[in-house]
């Protein structure tokens, strides 16, 4: 096996940076790992002691109310103590380097971060930074870099896939939406090309794909009911308004009109075929309230799934697993 830094000499989790280049043997274990946690997730049930003694602390240097608060339930239920640190009023806002913000909550006893940061690469160079000074014993989570890479949300949407139709080596997926500036997408991508997924379409006007996306090994399609034609599951994705540089739509009436996902374009899917988002949604420009309030959304599901798949995240790396 290549060398790759989010594993162990054992082939073991030591971090969780992106789904790219993990083996599907490690994939299936986590979702395997998520399966018991479930029932803890959907309800209020006695903390498990897989975590006790140890101290997350949730790094978010972006806003993001869904994620920071699905980390921290996941791990306060694996009995963590859990920190989450102010980024507004915290040293680095006065001045202080990255590093040197994690250097001073590793002297605080750190054993894991999860980490938001806007610029892509953020959570490696703190997992470099901790192999450099010898504390590979503290784990990195990214909770989203850039528009580089989401893995627990890349995950959770395997979890809620395998939940509702099993087999992933007999489905088609699409992904529509904004792919250009989403990290969500290339999450997706990777996990469903390395769990056997025989097709992945993504649908988006040409403004909101990456160049030569096509190399991903994806089936582009700027026809949204054409490219939704007999697929097993929707990927609805957010328009990423705040990454957007320069009028790359003309409005939102306009997106929604061709590439909002509604009753009358959902028709064309399978009868069974499922809805998911990884929220928040615009109801109206990505997604009708018809559509998202309907029978074949399995969007809530998906939040709850996802505190599943992060506490399995966190007791793996700590090699707490149940």
């Not at 694996?78 to 507004?88: C, Y």
């Not at 994690?102 to 892509?120: I, K």
């Not at 928040?280 to 599943?308: C, W, Y």
Request: charged fraction near 20%; aromatic fraction near 6%.
């Amino acid at each position: 096996m290549a060398y790759n830094p989010q594993l162990n000499r054992n082939g073991e989790l030591q971090h969780l940076l992106t789904i790219e280049g993990l083996p599907r043997a490690v994939l299936t274990r986590i979702l395997d790992t998520a399966a018991p946690f479930t029932e803890v997730a959907e309800r209020e049930v006695k903390k498990l002691p897989l975590l006790r003694g140890k101290s997350v602390f949730n790094l978010f240097f972006e806003n993001s109310t869904r994620t920071r608060t699905t980390f921290e339930i996941a791990a306060k239920r694996l009995s963590a103590d859990v920190f989450n640190l102010n980024i507004s009023t915290s040293s680095t806002s006065k001045g202080e380097t990255l590093l040197d913000t994690v250097d001073n909550l590793c002297a605080m006893q750190a054993d894991m971060f999860v980490v938001r940061h806007a610029s892509s690469g953020a959570p490696y160079l703190i997992a470099q930074h901790l192999a450099a000074t010898g504390r590979d014993h503290i784990h990195v989570v990214n909770a989203g870099d850039g528009r580089h890479a989401h893995p627990t949300q890349g995950l959770l949407d395997m979890y809620t896939i395998r939940h509702y139709k099993g087999d992933f080596t007999k489905l088609t997926v699409a992904i529509v939406g904004d792919v250009l500036h989403s990290r969500v997408a290339r999450s997706q991508i990777h996990a469903l090309h390395t769990l056997g997924v025989p097709e992945v379409r993504v649908i988006a006007p040409k403004t909101l794909l990456p160049v030569e996306v096509s190399k991903m090994g994806v089936h582009v399609f700027h026809d949204m009911r054409e490219g939704l034609r007999g697929v097993d599951v929707i990927m609805m994705l957010r328009l990423q308004n705040e990454r957007m540089s320069g009028a790359l739509l003309p409005s939102s009436q306009e997106y929604f009109k061709y590439f909002g996902l509604t009753q009358e374009k959902l028709a064309l899917a399978k009868p069974d075929a499922i809805v998911m988002h990884p929220g928040p949604m615009n109801r109206g420009v990505e997604i009708d309230s018809a559509v998202a309030d309907g029978g074949q959304a399995v969007i809530l599901p998906q939040v709850t799934f996802g505190i599943a798949v992060r506490m399995a995240v966190m007791s793996l790396l700590t090699g707490q697993s149940a």
